[in-house]
């Protein structure tokens, strides 16, 4: 099981690490904030997508029931964080195809976001950010 964690967290990292999204909404900021460029607020996206998997992976282990069924697949998760950092929506926008893997990549983002570090460029700013979650089987 311990292998499989591992694998799980290399693969959502080097995944997020290798497909970032596309420029994310991001709202004006509620406080007196130095303006950033769309490359810092595109670069804080970035790592803060890559942040949530990590964080999501110190918590949480692949599914039992999916792995008892060989199950596989990438779920995408779009979400709404607001100016005050926390949770305003978030939806599955991508199906991995197993509702056990969609719950599941869900519930990790809904555990790892109070406990996931905002960069300093979006403090303060509304903003949408898309995750995407790898489920890989070791063979």
């Known amino acids: 099981m311990r292998q499989v964690r591992r694998w799980l967290t290399a693969a959502c990292v080097a995944l997020a690490a290798s497909a970032w999204p596309a420029p994310a909404q991001v709202g004006s900021p509620q406080t007196d904030q130095p303006t950033r460029s769309q490359a810092e607020v595109d670069a804080a996206l970035q790592l803060y997508s890559a942040r949530l998997l990590q964080t999501g992976q110190k918590h949480r282990s692949y599914p039992a029931a999916a792995l008892e069924q060989n199950l596989s697949g ?10 005050d950092g926390k949770l305003k929506h978030k939806s599955l ?22 406990l996931t570090e905002i960069p300093s460029a979006l403090n ?16």
């Open 74 to 83: 990438v779920a995408e998760i779009e979400i709404d964080v607001g100016a």
């Open 124 to 139: 303060g700013r509304a903003f949408k950010v898309h995750v995407t979650v790898n489920y890989v089987i070791p063979e």
């Open 93 to 114: 926008v991508g199906s991995s195809h197993h509702r056990i893997l969609d719950e599941h990549a869900m519930q990790l983002m809904e555990l790892a976001l109070p």
